[in-house]
């Protein structure tokens, strides 16, 4: 079995700050771990994906992600946020073993202030 | 190229009803995926297709659900007796469906209101 856990429901940061989204997952295997970005009203997109390679992962818009087996995380980061980025972010683990069906954890909402 | 397209983006129908969502995945993937997307319950899975393979229901949450996918292309999710409770956004994804793990890509969903 497996599942994510994020652990704010809610961020808020001011533009051009740092952003963290932190993310704990559960598995029997290793798996594969994925962050979306889901914006008002919009499609879910990938922002990254992790599948045993390097353990840091950048993805696109800035983002980047690390993958820590032994704290089981794999925490979002950004530099500096843009008032685009205001959005939901979920972060999601998979296993090929089950499918490659996707487990979502609850989301974290981030609100940018200008 | 194309996204993930589904239809329709929104449909109201009233508590009994039965109702039809279409998804059209990628052109050439062979992994199709329907997911949930609930305030009470996140984003849950529903059920999976690969290939010509059976599929995979074990998200489905009763038997008033069920899909189908004809040809390995166009996907239809079909919701019997409709209830109040099945009020959500129905997300489709589609993968290229090889040995490794695929990226999963999402269409823009179809948002269902039981009245």
């Known amino acids: 079995a497996q599942s994510v856990t994020q652990l704010d429901s809610h961020v808020s940061v001011s533009e051009g700050t740092p952003v963290l989204l932190r993310c704990n997952y559960s598995s029997s295997y290793s798996p594969s771990l994925f962050w979306y970005v889901q914006h008002p009203n919009k499609g879910l997109q990938l922002l990254l994906k992790?599948?045993?390679?390097?353990?840091l992962v950048k993805g696109i818009n800035g983002f980047e992600a690390e993958f820590k087996k032994s704290e089981t995380s794999f925490h979002l980061t950004k530099p500096s946020a843009h008032m685009s980025d205001a959005a939901e972010y979920f972060c999601?683990?998979?296993?090929?073993?089950?499918?490659?069906?996707?487990?979502f954890g609850g989301g974290t909402r981030v609100l940018v202030k200008p | 190229g194309a996204g993930v397209s589904q239809s329709p983006s929104n449909k109201v129908t009233e508590k009994g009803k039965d109702v039809e969502l279409r998804c059209d995945p990628i052109s050439g993937h062979t992994a199709l995926y329907w997911y949930r997307q609930s305030l009470g319950q996140g984003l849950e899975f529903l059920i999976y297709f690969q290939g010509n393979s059976a599929p995979d229901k074990s998200g489905l949450p009763s038997d008033r659900f069920s899909a189908e996918r004809t040809g390995g292309s166009v996907s239809t999710l079909t919701i019997q007796r409709t209830q109040q409770e099945d009020s959500a956004v129905y997300l489709c994804a589609s993968s290229s469906g090889g040995p490794s793990t695929d990226t999963q890509y999402f269409g823009p969903g179809t948002r269902l209101t039981v009245l």
């Open positions: 999601v683990v998979s296993l090929k073993a089950a499918g490659n069906k996707l487990t």
């Open positions: 992790y599948t045993s390679a390097a353990t």
